[in-house]
Nanobody, 116 residues
Framework: QLQLVESGGGLVQPGGSLTLSCAAS????????MTWYRQAPGKQRELVAS???????NYADSVKGRFAISRDNAKRTVYLQMNSLKPEDTAVYYC??????????WGQGTQVTVSS
């Protein structure tokens, strides 16, 4: 199993920046594709960004050029650097680890609020 704990959320003004972290424990972190999702009130959970086991990345169109996902396998952590934040980025952000052999595991989420 993989246990995931997100941190780094909070309140930030429009145009500001935040870095989210997702720390993993348990199973072999490096074999998992790691993905950040978010869910705003009244909306479905959506994919924000993902990073594969070999470092390939993918982003939602709404965050391209503003967000950057990265992973540090030695620290068993995935990061989401968020710049130029907008009110519409307000959501609970979740990380997920997915492996064909081991299945998928979710963290508990961290709240990001973008407001003046």
């Amino acid at each position: 199993q993989l246990q995931l704990v997100e941190s780094g959320g909070g309140l930030v003004q429009p145009g500001g920046s935040l870095t989210l972290s997702c720390a993993a424990s348990g199973s072999m972190f490096s074999i998992y594709t790691m993905t950040w999702y978010r869910q705003a009130p009244g909306k479905q959970r959506e994919l924000v960004a993902s990073v594969t086991t070999d470092g390939g990345t993918n982003y939602a169109d709404s965050v391209k050029g503003r967000f950057a996902i990265s992973r540090d396998n030695a620290k068993r952590t995935v990061y989401l650097q968020m710049n130029s934040l907008k009110p519409e980025d307000t959501a609970v952000y979740y990380c997920k680890g997915q492996s064909p052999a081991m299945g998928g595991y979710w963290g508990q989420g961290t709240q990001v609020t973008v407001s003046s």
